[in-house]
């Protein structure tokens, strides 16, 4: 007599996706990587990067990260990505500044671990335009560079102000000496 059998997810599998699937709505970008020859300690060490910037960095189960994306990412897409063993780094804060670790870490250690793609803002991305995204000023830099090309305009302003009330000042100075004026009295006119 054969004995059908219904398997049930284990709890700590379905624990796995609601975690992955709140991690997932919290980030701004996810960059996946293979990352086969990673020490324990160089793990750890890009995790502390990472997690500096409001990031963190996780070794997921292809068919577990799916799971979790239902809905959330466009996860057919990603199918050529989720190949071979996957480590992602979610961005929970900026997403240019983890991926500026991220590629910058594959830079340091290109033999061991290597960038497959990822999901920015809910569009998925290839190597190249990770590549790219990394080499953008981080926000900080962005904003004040903003500010600085803000500020160019009104400091050329009022140096352009001073220079016309200068040359009123040293007009009228000329005008009262040409008069005879103690040069005393036009200075307490100015």
């Known amino acids: 007599m054969a004995t059908d059998y219904v398997t049930e997810p284990a709890a700590a599998k379905i624990e796995i996706v609601g975690e992955?699937?709140?991690?997932?709505?919290?980030?701004?970008?996810?960059?996946?990587?293979?990352?086969?020859?990673?020490?324990?300690?160089?793990l750890t060490d890009l995790r502390k990067k990472l997690r500096g910037v409001d990031a963190e960095f996780r070794v997921v189960k292809n068919t577990l990260f799916k799971l979790a994306g239902e809905g959330l990412l466009p996860i057919s897409e990603l199918d050529d990505q989720l190949a071979g063993p996957t480590a992602i780094g979610f961005a929970k804060g900026d997403p240019i500044a983890a991926t500026k670790?991220?590629?910058?870490?594959?830079?340091d250690h290109n033999k061991i671990i290597s960038?497959?793609?990822?999901?920015?803002?809910?569009?998925?991305?290839?190597?190249?335009?990770?590549?790219?995204?990394?080499?953008?000023?981080?926000?900080?830099?962005?904003?004040?560079?903003?500010?600085?090309?803000?500020?160019s305009p009104i400091a050329g302003l009022v140096g352009t102000l001073?220079?016309?009330?200068?040359?009123?000042?040293y007009t009228l100075q000329a005008v009262v000496e040409k008069q005879g004026a103690p040069?005393?009295?036009a200075e307490a006119a100015a």
């Not at 960059?31 to 020859?37: A, K, Q, W």
């Not at 670790?101 to 830079?107: H, L, M, P, T």
């Open 20 to 42: 992955l699937r709140e991690l997932i709505g919290n980030t701004s970008a996810a960059i996946l990587t293979d990352y086969r020859g990673l020490s324990v300690a160089q």
């Open 115 to 151: 960038i497959k793609g990822g999901v920015v803002e809910g569009r998925v991305v290839d190597v190249a335009t990770v590549d790219a995204l990394s080499k953008i000023p981080s926000r900080e830099v962005l904003i004040s560079q903003m500010l600085g090309s803000m500020q």
């Open 101 to 107: 670790v991220i590629v910058d870490f594959v830079k």
């Open 183 to 185: 040069a005393e009295t």
């Open 162 to 169: 001073n220079g016309i009330i200068s040359n009123l000042v």
